[in-house]
């Protein structure tokens, strides 16, 4: 199994400022079609997980273009580039380049 | 739009089977992957499994032997199974939708359903 773990496991950052979480994976994510099978989500308290990003680096229809994914192979980073404060919330990487698909444990953003 | 929505009960005794409906509306969910996923309290995600709308399933290996997802297109639902449970089971239980030709990523999602495991 795929084993995902992020950095770091808290973060606090101040109000317009970038914020950037890193994301790796135990094996390489990059598929011969030159894809990396990586999603990152966004979790505010009691509600689902909001998908933000797919393929490390492709943006969901209404996310705002502050978030933006990098990385490839092995290593990710979920960057927000002036922080806001709807943004406050757990973040999550997530795998789907084999099965079982698999989480990282979350990082937590807090506003400084 | 296409909304989820988990429904069952609430509270399951230890050792019984656990039940939960998802339904889809607002779309078909024929030609779709149908995922469940939970969330232990004050803990990550965890990949639970998936039905095609044919019905074949793919199950995470650390929880196979207890699950049956199973899906009935025509009333637009899908369903999971969870049996001898414990309170290692308590959880927020999510149903959610894979990506366009059944990419592993999760754009859909129900609100959840809170089961918690206790005599």
């Known amino acids: 199994d795929i084993v995902m773990t992020q950095s770091p496991d808290s973060l606090a950052v101040s109000l317009g400022e970038r914020a950037t979480i890193d994301c790796k994976s135990s094996?390489?994510?990059?598929?011969?079609?030159?894809?990396?099978?990586l999603a990152w989500y966004q979790q505010k308290p009691g509600h689902p997980p909001k998908m933000l990003i797919y393929?490390?680096?492709t943006r969901e229809s209404g996310v705002p273009d502050r978030f933006s994914g990098s990385g490839s192979g092995t290593d990710f980073t979920l960057t927000i580039s002036s922080l806001q404060a709807e943004d406050v919330a757990l973040y999550y990487c997530?795998?789907?380049?084999?099965?079982?698909?698999?989480f990282g444990q979350g990082t937590r953003l807090e506003i400084k | 739009q296409v909304q989820l929505r988990e429904s069952g009960p609430g509270l399951v005794k230890p050792s019984e089977t656990l039940s939960l409906t998802c339904t889809v509306s607002?779309?078909?969910?024929?030609?779709?992957?149908w995922i469940w996923i939970r969330q232990p309290p004050g803990k990550g995600l965890e990949f639970i499994g998936y039905?095609?709308?044919?019905?074949?399933?793919s199950y995470n290996p650390s929880l196979k032997s207890r699950i049956t997802i199973s899906i009935e297109t025509s009333k637009n639902q899908f369903s999971l199974k969870l049996t001898s449970v414990t309170a290692a089971d308590t959880a927020v239980y999510y149903c959610?939708?894979?990506?366009?030709?059944?990419?592993?990523?999760?754009?859909?999602w129900g609100q959840g359903a809170q089961v918690t495991v206790s005599s």
């Open positions: 959610a939708r894979l990506g366009e030709d059944g990419d592993g990523y999760f754009p859909l």
């Open positions: 607002g779309g078909s969910i024929n030609n779709y992957y």
């Open positions: 039905v095609y709308y044919t019905g074949r399933t």
């Open positions: 094996q390489s994510l990059l598929y011969s079609n030159n894809k990396n099978y």
């Open positions: 393929w490390a680096s």
């Open positions: 997530q795998q789907y380049y084999s099965g079982p698909y698999s």
